[in-house]
């Protein structure tokens, strides 16, 4: 039973560059969360998808946009990009409408370095 | 506006001593609590989680105290393997400011490292 996968693992790219970055959810999840992670700190929350539509969103610009398909999989948008959008990008799924019954699944991120 | 705080950066322990990781939150609405612990190169992985109503849960080596006066909580890993040296970090959540997202607001983490 896959776990929820990443892709690309590592990234380079330079600032004012777009990326983009993909997720697929654990068999039978619907639901997707994408965390920033900086260096020596924990994970920040982006936004959450569900049934196509982002659901919830945290204190990010609207350089960071993201995409839910139909069959649950996402990816995360970031546009002009900054040195300080360099972090480990993660990625997490849930199965139900709550993450507090199932708690999340996370992925092994994507490290997106800004030179 | 760090909601959620874990103060000790690391932590470095015996094996088979007990190991307390800490955990202080500032918002009161936030009613449940979970523990995640992570791996370099791999992702958090959930360890155990707590309900606002409850003061305590256990699950095998793991145990999960919180004091909702004192908005901390603590994890107790006993005994302490060297397979647990990872870093752990605590993330709450509020039904009433995130709704059923499931939105996570992480600690900076703890690093802990058991000595055999």
């Known amino acids: 039973d896959a776990g929820v996968t990443q892709s690309p693992t590592h990234l380079i790219k330079t600032r004012g560059q777009q990326v983009t970055l993909r997720c697929s959810p654990k068999?039978?999840?619907?639901?997707v969360s994408w965390y920033q992670q900086a260096l020596g700190q924990g994970p920040q929350f982006i936004f959450q998808?569900?049934?196509?539509?982002?659901?919830q969103r945290g204190n990010f610009p609207d350089r960071f946009s993201g995409h839910q398909f139909p069959n649950y999989s996402s990816e995360l948008n970031v546009n002009a990009l900054l040195l300080g959008d360099s972090a480990l990008y993660l990625c997490?799924?849930?199965?139900?409408?709550?993450?507090?019954?199932?708690?999340?699944?996370f992925g092994d991120g994507t490290r997106l370095s800004i030179l | 506006d760090q909601q959620v705080k874990q103060n000790s950066p690391s932590l470095s322990v015996q094996e088979g001593r007990i190991s307390i990781l800490n955990c202080d939150y500032t918002?009161?609405?936030?009613?449940?609590f979970l523990w995640y612990k992570k791996y370099p190169a791999e992702g958090p992985t959930f360890l155990i989680s707590?309900?606002?109503?409850?003061d305590k849960n256990e699950d095998g080596r793991f145990t999960v105290f919180l004091n909702k006066s004192a908005k901390h909580l603590s994890l107790h890993i006993v005994p302490s393997q060297p397979g647990d040296s990872a870093v752990y970090f605590c993330?709450?959540?509020?039904?009433?400011?995130?709704?059923?997202?499931?939105?996570?607001?992480f600690g900076q983490g703890t690093t802990l490292q058991v000595k055999p």
């Open positions: 993330a709450a959540s509020a039904l009433r400011i995130f709704g059923n997202t499931g939105k996570l607001i």
């Open positions: 707590i309900s606002s109503i409850k």
């Open positions: 918002n009161s609405m936030f009613d449940y």
């Open positions: 998808y569900y049934e196509e539509e982002e659901r």
């Open positions: 068999s039978g999840h619907d639901t």
């Open positions: 997490a799924s849930s199965s139900s409408w709550t993450g507090r019954d199932q708690p999340q699944h």
